[in-house]
């Protein structure tokens, strides 16, 4: 069938099949990093000791597994939305060799230690360099097809991949300006309040572009066509969209709370950060508003479970940002490990849930046959679920707790707790989440195991067709 | 309408994102780089600590220990002097960090003595027994200076022929050190912030047997990395001779020793504990 509409659907494979690859060794690396803070003799020093490897793990799991199967997705999504075959498939192959090249050059880089500390754009300049000709040529494929689109009407999910496409450009082209020395070191192009400032401008944003925009284009549109309903309000999704885009780029100074840079700066960041509940509450209102009629789906339907526990967890994660936004409650708990747990319950709860439902949902139609067990999709919903919330929970207690003893004092006004004081009583924290990683790999291992079996068994149910 | 329209669309999209980025993007270059904010002390790196920064930032410390210090009771009094726009000006990139899994970094400088570092940074167990930071033995390796030049160029730092010179036979961890010593002492933070013993002098816990458990746990915690977990000493002196009045022990401890690498208790432990360390210390004199 798909065939016949001549989409180019064996490049969304092979992202989807990267994608998965690179969410395996970002999960994997990740509960490598969290028995390192445990257990500080895993370190092998000089390539794989904590410092090196956490940007390693970041890099795999937002750029690896997001915007790798955001891009599966994006041009599996445009061509069905558009009625329009992919503008140019040569070019989308090119792409997926060059992706791969990028992040495994990533990993390498980073691993030898080169690297340029600003968080999630660490990559030395010829890397940057190769992710920006990656992300040119994406977004002329995608904008071209739209542009020569059959369907005149763009849907919502059409516009969150149009903002993602030059959010992205912008944000990065400007963060990663520097002054290179060598192939292999550059300095940043800005200075110490400056930098900081741009770098959390573009950290926050990359939350906005990579980690919020993508997965609301991929859950409209895999929602109603997982329910078979529509989305409840379009009007209430393009409200949300304009307030979402414009909100977002004001939020950066609340990763600076009480730093030098200036106070407005940061006050205007609180602000717009506790607005912007209501544009992200919108979508999960709209999420929740179509299931109307359809909550009996979340017993029968595995997609609709991962997608509306998914939209839950952003609905989560969009209260407790505001929160840690707001200066008396950030002098608390930035810094420890409660942020940790905010980042885990946004990348393992709302997107990576909803990249597995377009998995289940894809896969099956790409390979043209049935998912290979339900039983294990279900065993695999749970685990995730279960190991995501001890990894979070944990943290949460953690942060709590650690934030507590650094802050008290003595009677006569010194403080109670030495740093190590404090750090010790981490540890059994630091267990639990690195229990709690380890079942989410676990779900990780049963997701990939159905999806090779249900890909194969769709290459040998349709063999005997071709012949 | 927008709904047919992609190429608007997507300039409109544009457009909403950019207002946001003037606003609290660009313009704040304006309000960060004021004159008025300058500070005359701080200077640029020497080759030598500008090589131990790129050593910082290419071990990935910056994952586990942040740079600065917020104006907050916790932060001040644990860490020292809050941080100033001015200090930071000379820092491509910045390295405030994210997460604090080790302590903050930004006034480290002058707070332990060179020996202290070499060791800690081979062997952070050996000095701080539960602490998770990595072991950085490696770092005992020749320095590669020859790119020292070009990046001392490209950030418009002043050197001499002399500096570059200097740099031979220097380890990684010499510059390393050197790093972690200039760090947040451009500003004379610590002579303003030392503290002035007053009040009564009188060890309230004279002979009081009672308080040497807790004074030696105090002791394993905190001093035993210096001066040895028998008191015969190590990085810093011995102690277990001394014979200097409980006022004079309380006073090094308190206010600490800052040219000679003693850290200052004072304001992490209180006067209480401190008394109650003079009194383990003297207790243990001639055993
Ligand atoms: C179950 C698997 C995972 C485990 C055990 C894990 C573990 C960790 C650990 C230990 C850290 C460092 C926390 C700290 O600094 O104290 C971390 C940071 C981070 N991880 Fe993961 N991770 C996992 C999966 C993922 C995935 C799939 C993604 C992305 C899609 C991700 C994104 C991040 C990000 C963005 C940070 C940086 C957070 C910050 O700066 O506060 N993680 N992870
Ligand atoms: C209304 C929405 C949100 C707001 C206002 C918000 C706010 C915040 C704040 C204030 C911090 C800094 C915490 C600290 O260091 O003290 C933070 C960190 C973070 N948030 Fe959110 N958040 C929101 C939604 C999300 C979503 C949906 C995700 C998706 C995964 C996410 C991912 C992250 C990450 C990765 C970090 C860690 C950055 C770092 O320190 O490296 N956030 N957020």
Same mark, same amino acid.
């Given at each position: %069938?798909?065939?016949?509409?001549?989409?180019?659907?064996?490049?969304?494979?092979?992202?989807?099949?990267?994608?998965?690859?690179?969410?395996?060794?970002?999960?994997?690396?990740?509960?490598?990093?969290?028995?390192?803070?445990?257990?500080?003799?895993?370190?092998?020093?000089?390539?794989?000791?904590?410092?090196?490897?956490?940007?390693?793990?970041?890099?795999?799991?937002?750029?690896?597994?997001?915007?790798?199967?955001? %891009?599966?997705?994006?041009?599996?999504?445009?061509?069905?939305?558009?009625?329009?075959?992919?503008? #140019?498939?040569?070019?989308?192959?090119?792409?997926?060799?060059?992706? @791969?090249?990028?992040?495994?050059?990533?990993?390498?880089?980073?691993?030898?230690?080169?690297?340029? #500390?600003?968080?999630?754009?660490?990559?030395?300049?010829?890397?940057?360099?190769?992710? $920006?000709?990656?992300?040119?040529?994406?977004?002329? @494929?995608?904008?071209?097809?739209?542009?020569?689109?059959?369907?005149?009407?763009?849907?919502?999910?059409?516009?969150?991949?149009?903002?993602? *496409? $030059?959010? $992205?450009?912008?944000?990065?082209?400007?963060?990663?300006?520097?002054?290179?020395?060598? *192939?292999?070191?550059?300095?940043?192009?800005?200075?110490?309040?400056?930098?900081?400032?741009?770098?959390?401008?573009?950290?926050?944003?990359?939350?906005? %572009? $990579? *980690?919020?925009?993508?997965?609301?284009?991929?859950?409209?549109?895999?929602?109603?066509?997982?329910?078979g309903v529509p989305i409840y309000s379009h009007r209430m999704g393009v409200i949300a969209f304009w307030s979402l885009i414009f909100m977002y780029l004001w939020t950066g100074a609340h990763h600076l709370l009480w730093t030098p840079v200036p106070d407005w700066v940061q006050t205007l960041a609180m602000a717009f950060s506790i607005m912007l509940i209501a544009p992200s509450w919108g979508a999960v209102f709209n999420g929740y508003f179509s299931m109307n009629g359809q909550w009996h789906q979340m017993r029968e339907n595995y997609l609709v479970k991962f997608l509306i526990f998914g939209i839950t967890f952003y609905g989560l994660q969009t209260l407790q940002g505001p929160s840690q936004a707001v200066r008396t409650f950030s002098a608390f708990i930035h810094y420890t490990d409660w942020v940790p747990g905010h980042v885990h319950m946004g990348t393992l709860g709302w997107v990576s849930l909803v990249l597995f439902a377009a998995i289940y949902y894809t896969v099956p139609r790409l390979y043209n046959t049935e998912i290979y067990s339900v039983k294990l999709v279900n065993l695999h919903f749970w685990l995730a679920v279960i190991g995501q919330l001890i990894f979070s929970i944990t943290m949460w207690i953690a942060g709590v707790q650690q934030a507590t003893m650094l802050h008290a004092t003595n009677p006569d006004g010194s403080l109670h707790y030495s740093f190590m004081e404090t750090l010790i009583e981490l540890y059994p924290y630091w267990h639990g989440r690195a229990l709690g990683g380890i079942i989410y790999l676990a779900s990780m291992v049963i997701f990939l195991y159905n999806i090779i079996k249900t890909a194969n068994g769709g290459r040998l149910a349709s063999a005997p067709e071709r012949a | 309408m927008l709904e047919k329209k992609p190429i608007i669309l997507l300039l409109l999209a544009t457009a909403v994102i950019l207002v946001g980025t003037i606003v609290t993007m660009v313009a704040p270059f304006k309000w960060i780089n004021d004159p008025k904010l300058q500070l005359a002390g701080v200077k640029p790196y020497t080759p030598l600590q500008l090589e131990g920064r790129d050593i910082y930032i290419r071990e990935g410390c910056n994952n586990c220990h942040t740079q600065t210090v917020r104006p907050l009771l916790a932060d001040v009094e644990r860490y020292g002097e809050y941080s100033k726009v001015g200090e930071f000006v000379h820092d491509q990139p910045f390295l405030w960090g994210s997460r604090r899994t080790g302590p903050d970094l930004a006034r480290i400088g002058g707070k332990y003595p060179n020996a202290w570092h070499y060791r800690h940074m081979e062997d952070p167990q050996s000095m701080v027994p539960r602490s998770n930071m990595p072991k950085y033995a490696f770092l005992k390796k020749q320095l590669d200076s020859r790119l020292t030049e070009k990046k001392m160029k490209a950030l418009g730092f002043p050197y001499t022929h002399a500096d570059l010179a200097a740099l031979q036979g220097k380890t990684e961890m010499d510059a390393m050190v050197a790093y972690m010593q200039k760090l947040g002492n451009d500003i004379p933070w610590r002579?303003?912030?030392?503290?002035?013993?007053?009040?009564?002098?009188?060890?309230?816990?004279?002979? =009081?047997?009672?308080?040497?458990?807790?004074?030696?746990?105090?002791?394993?915690?905190?001093?035993?990395?210096?001066?040895?977990?028998?008191?015969?000493?190590?990085?810093?002196?011995?102690?277990? =001779?001394? =014979?200097?009045?409980?006022?004079?022990?309380?006073?090094?401890?308190?206010?600490?020793?800052?040219?000679?690498?003693?850290?200052?208790?004072?304001?992490?432990?209180?006067? =209480?504990?401190?008394?109650?360390?003079?009194?383990?210390?003297?207790?243990?004199?001639g055993k």
């Open positions: %069938m798909n065939q016949q509409e001549g989409y180019a659907d064996d490049v969304v494979k092979g992202f989807i099949t990267w994608s998965m690859v690179w969410g395996l060794v970002a999960v994997l690396v990740g509960v490598l990093v969290s028995l390192q803070l445990a257990w500080p003799q895993l370190n092998l020093p000089p390539y794989l000791t904590y410092g090196r490897l956490r940007p390693i793990h970041t890099n795999a799991g937002i750029f690896g597994w997001g915007i790798g199967s955001f %891009m599966a997705f994006f041009f599996y999504i445009t061509q069905r939305l558009t009625r329009t075959p992919l503008w #140019s498939p040569g070019l989308a192959r090119f792409q997926l060799y060059l992706f @791969n090249v990028v992040i495994a050059l990533a990993a390498v880089t980073l691993a030898l230690g080169m690297n340029r #500390s600003k968080e999630y754009a660490e990559l030395e300049w010829p890397v940057a360099l190769l992710v $920006v000709v990656l992300w040119v040529i994406f977004a002329v @494929n995608i904008i071209m097809t739209i542009v020569k689109r059959k369907e005149e009407q763009m849907y919502i999910s059409l516009w969150y991949i149009l903002a993602t *496409l $030059v959010g $992205v450009a912008v944000l990065y082209l400007v963060n990663n300006a520097g002054i290179p020395v060598s *192939l292999t070191k550059s300095y940043s192009a800005y200075a110490g309040a400056n930098d900081a400032n741009v770098q959390w401008w573009y950290g926050h944003n990359a939350v906005a %572009m $990579v *980690l919020t925009t993508p997965p609301l284009a991929i859950f409209y549109y895999f929602l109603p066509k997982s329910t | 002579k303003a912030s030392q503290v002035t013993v007053t009040g009564d002098m009188k060890n309230p816990y004279q002979d =009081d047997k009672t308080v040497i458990q807790e004074g030696k746990a105090l002791y394993d915690k905190e001093c035993a990395q210096c001066h040895g977990a028998d008191l015969k000493g190590g990085v810093g002196p011995a102690l277990a =001779d001394i =014979d200097k009045p409980d006022a004079e022990v309380f006073k090094s401890i308190y206010a600490g020793i800052e040219s000679g690498g003693m850290p200052a208790y004072g304001e992490s432990l209180g006067k =209480d504990r401190v008394w109650k360390l003079t009194t383990f210390i003297k207790y243990h004199q």
